[in-house]
């Protein structure tokens, strides 16, 4: 073999290991061999549900669809069918197991938790998510706002900015068979440009705006939720809706309390204060 076709070689399985091991910047569900595709090639996979947890304590989800979220008028049945099939302790720790069900939130680590089962289901009905949506979620935490969200759309683009809950998620997600779920390990503030437009967006951290790449990233008659916290503190889930005009239409829906977004947002705010 001469040096010049060595060469290649050596190039050519470099590239290969390099998209194998995470990046830099971020963290992907996808193969070394689907990223050297071209994108439009790739089948997106919904959930296998062959993973032993989607047969454990479903008497359990069943009594708290029942009680807590049907309870509190949401009533969307893809909603619902989603809460009752999403192995929610699947997502939480071993010491907060007992309580995987309870309707409260719970810690994941990291200062930061897992969101109480109704405001998961509260916030995917305000989506309104159709078979064919594609989905932004800013804050992926555990990955259970993630896996609800992909058992109705058909693809869910989850960001993360504590490295080690994204690595945790994305390692989570693909065992208990999310191929429609892809995880980055980055900065939400400035949302996943490569795959807009997106039919909705959602975000499980509270910032004192709305983030502008966010809104840009949001298609024409899309959906998003998202707490907003105010100059007195108060947070709101705000839902907008982008008209075919690209006008916003925004309304605080209910008073939340989410752990706070960071990275960018927060030094957007403190120059907004100068």
């Known amino acids: 073999m001469d040096s ?7 190039a050519c399985i470099l590239f290969i290991v390099i998209f194998m091991v995470m990046s830099v910047n ?4 996808v193969s070394a061999a689907e990223k050297i595709k071209d994108p439009n090639e790739i089948k997106i996979l919904p ?8 047969t454990e304590r479903i008497e359990e989800r069943a009594n708290m669809v029942k009680r807590q979220i049907q309870g509190r008028d949401v009533n ?6 989603a809460m009752r099939l999403v192995p929610r302790h699947a997502f939480i720790r071993a010491d907060g197991q007992a ?15 897992i969101s109480q089962p109704y405001i998961v289901a509260f916030m995917t009905e305000a989506l309104k998510l159709a078979p064919n949506d594609k989905v932004l979620e800013i804050g992926t935490g ?5 896996a609800v969200c992909a058992e109705i759309a058909k693809e869910v683009y989850t960001i993360e900015i504590v490295r080690e809950l994204a690595k945790s998620a994305a390692v989570k997600l693909k065992e208990l068979g999310y191929h429609n779920v892809f995880v980055w390990a980055g900065d939400g503030y400035f949302g996943w440009p490569e795959k807009a437009l997106f039919d909705a967006i959602i975000g499980t951290a509270a910032a004192g705006h709305i983030p502008q790449p966010l809104i840009d990233q949001l298609k024409p008659g899309g959906r998003m939720i ?17 008209d075919e005009k690209g006008y916003l239409h925004k309304k605080n829906v209910m008073p939340v309390r989410f752990v706070p977004m960071t990275g960018e947002v927060e030094k957007s705010e403190t120059e907004s204060k100068k």
């Open 26 to 29: 971020g963290l992907v569900i």
């Open 226 to 242: 998202l707490p907003v916290e105010n100059r007195l503190g108060f947070q709101y889930l705000v839902l907008i809706t982008k």
């Open 76 to 81: 969307d049945p893809n909603v619902l069918a």
């Open 47 to 54: 959930p296998d549900h062959n993973h032993p947890a989607f």
């Open 4 to 10: 010049k076709n060595g060469s290649i070689r050596f």
């Open 99 to 113: 309580a995987a069900y309870s309707d409260c939130p719970l810690p994941i680590g990291h200062d930061q938790t």
């Open 142 to 146: 555990s990955g259970y706002q993630a």
